[in-house]
């Protein structure tokens, strides 16, 4: 912990990504506020680069645990703009880095705390320069499988000399929703109000982590008859209204109960307003599934196996993940053609339905296809 005495002024924030990187380090976010309650927080983050993708600020916006930001594109190799950016840093004078970077290789690690330094940074906290701060630790599964421990927990333990981060405190993941913002979700809901909630969202920016519309369509349509009761409502970005319309045809084939498509409609911080409102959330390893868990929302999670096992998984103890694990697992592709997605694809919407089932018993019993 920082000598109180000698708290600093100017604190910097290093993180790239867009909604999901965003929010699962939110316990280091909230860790970094606690610690420096004083100092004025910037975070330094990239330019989102993905249409999909949504910024840092509009997420962490009304939160106060972050005051500002310096953006950048990543990968650029222009010597203006990295001048301009060691500019702009140099002109703020920052005390402290706090390096909440993903695995990017230590050599990667080092040039940035290189650069960090030219900008005249001395204390620089959490940087991975070891392979055991770059890499999730393997820890044991549920049931003795390969299993790791999650991106935050890893961010956590990169920080740990600021304290304790209360993982499991749900208070360590809140985005302070406003007012403004519940009220948005209400007026959206309106036409539901009453009526006990499911949510989805069937995006994703990864094509393997993609379970496509038809396993999607023959999901709502066992979802609206065994939750007779139940309103749905579908969440996603602009470019989402049409597929998620799509899909939306299973709910109304057997469902006489409103369904919600609100794609577009939504900021990330509104999305997850409307999430508090669900009893359950269905969706893909996605931001969405993130902004679920963060407002405590249980979960079913579709997971492709392009990633190891537990680290983006969402967290929370009531939350339930479906991943296959097959023999070219961990393949970290971002587009799958040889392979077919063979490990999501795998994946039956009778194994959804049972995980559905533990977490909200449905009215009519479950029977096979």
Known sequence: MPNRTHMPE?????????????????PAFHLVARTFPQADRRMLTNIPINAKAASAASILEHTGLVHGYFRYVVGMRSPRALFFLWWQLIRWRPQVLIYMGARRGIASAKRDVAFFRLCGIRRIIGAPLTEDRQAPRLIPGPSGERFFESEASRIARNLSELGEPHLEDPATWSLHLTPAEHAR?????????GRPLLAASIGTKFQPNNWEPQHWTALLARLGTLYPNHALVLTGTPGEFATTEQ?????????PNPILNLCGQLTPRETAA????????????????????????????????????????????????????????ECGLEVCTVQRKKCILSITVDEVLSEVASLLPPILPILGD
């Open 274 to 329: 409307v999430f508090g409102h669900a009893q359950l959330f269905l969706g893909h390893d996605s931001g969405p599934m993130h902004l679920a868990a963060s407002v405590q929302t249980p979960c079913v999670a579709i997971f492709s196996a392009m990633n190891p096992p537990g680290v983006w998984y969402p967290f929370g103890r009531r939350n339930r993940v479906l991943y296959h694990r097959v023999d070219c697992a």
């Open 185 to 193: 979700a209400a007026e959206l809901l309106a036409p539901i109000a």
């Open 10 to 26: 100017r604190v910097l924030i290093y993180r790239l990504g867009s909604l999901g990187d965003t929010l699962v380090a939110l």
């Open 247 to 255: 899909v939306a045809v299973g709910w109304r084939s057997t469902s």
